[in-house]
């Protein structure tokens, strides 16, 4: 069973509005959060993180919230932007040099 | 400027064949590791390795194994292909401790097709 899910496996979003992309977890014995971007033909690249004792960060349009009692985080872009249309990829970080991913979203945001 | 290169980004191959892949970096990272990438699964670990000749498992290490001769060097190898090994498969490194979080630099990936 995934540890880590993101259930939503599209998002469709206007330009200038904002993306909301959601990932649930079942371990909470972990240090950090991070998310992931990922374009065709290209490998992930680092996003942002939060890391496990707060509850959101901030990052110029990206913002991700954490939810310990829901073991829900979310990352909020906005605005979007047609250069944000991606897959994103939220990971756990258990600080043992290794991280578990979500299946990942697919975001499109209309010019 | 950090790289990870991996030397094929599109193969072919006939199912039984040895497939080799290699990943290359340039950071002078300690860990190294193979993931694959399928619609929905996300990446997925198979193997890692956090010092030169050593190698741990993943989630999905059935029917792959690797190599990792010098510490830039992480290879992955399919003994005998199959077709359910069609995937993306992408390297990526990182320091052995962060003060912080465990950020992992990918490579572009490989794109296997197995006939």
């Known amino acids: 069973d995934q540890q880590v899910k993101q259930n939503s496996p599209s998002l469709s979003v206007q330009e200038g509005r904002i993306s909301i992309l959601n990932c649930d977890y079942t371990?909470?014995?972990?240090?950090?959060f991070l998310w992931y971007k990922k374009y065709p033909a290209e490998g992930p690249t680092f996003l942002i993180s939060?890391?496990?004792?707060?509850d959101k960060n901030e990052d110029g349009r990206f913002t991700v919230f954490l939810n310990k009692s829901a073991k829900h985080l979310s990352l909020h872009i906005v605005p979007s932007q047609p250069g944000d249309s991606a897959v994103y990829f939220c990971?756990?970080?258990?600080?043992?040099?290794?991280?578990?991913f979500g299946g990942g979203t697919r975001l499109m945001v209309k010019p | 400027d950090v790289k990870v290169t991996q030397s094929s980004r599109y193969l072919v191959k006939r199912t039984g064949e040895k497939v080799f892949l290699e990943c290359v970096q340039d950071?002078?990272?300690?860990?190294m590791f193979w993931y694959r990438q399928d619609p929905g699964l996300g990446l997925r670990l198979i193997y890692f390795?956090?010092?030169?000749?050593?190698?741990e498992k993943g989630d999905i290490p059935e029917g792959y194994s690797v190599s990792r001769e010098k510490k830039e060097r992480f290879s992955l190898i399919l003994e005998s292909a199959s077709t359910n090994q069609t995937s993306m498969y992408l390297c990526?490194?990182?320091?052995?401790?962060?003060?912080?979080?465990?950020?992992?630099?990918f490579g572009p990936g490989t794109r296997l097709t197995v006939l």
């Open positions: 950071m002078d990272h300690e860990n």
């Open positions: 939060i890391s496990s004792i707060k």
């Open positions: 990526a490194s990182s320091e052995k401790t962060s003060k912080y979080y465990n950020e992992q630099f």
């Open positions: 390795s956090y010092d030169v000749k050593m190698k």
């Open positions: 371990n909470s014995m972990f240090d950090y």
């Open positions: 990971a756990q970080d258990n600080a043992g040099n290794m991280l578990t």
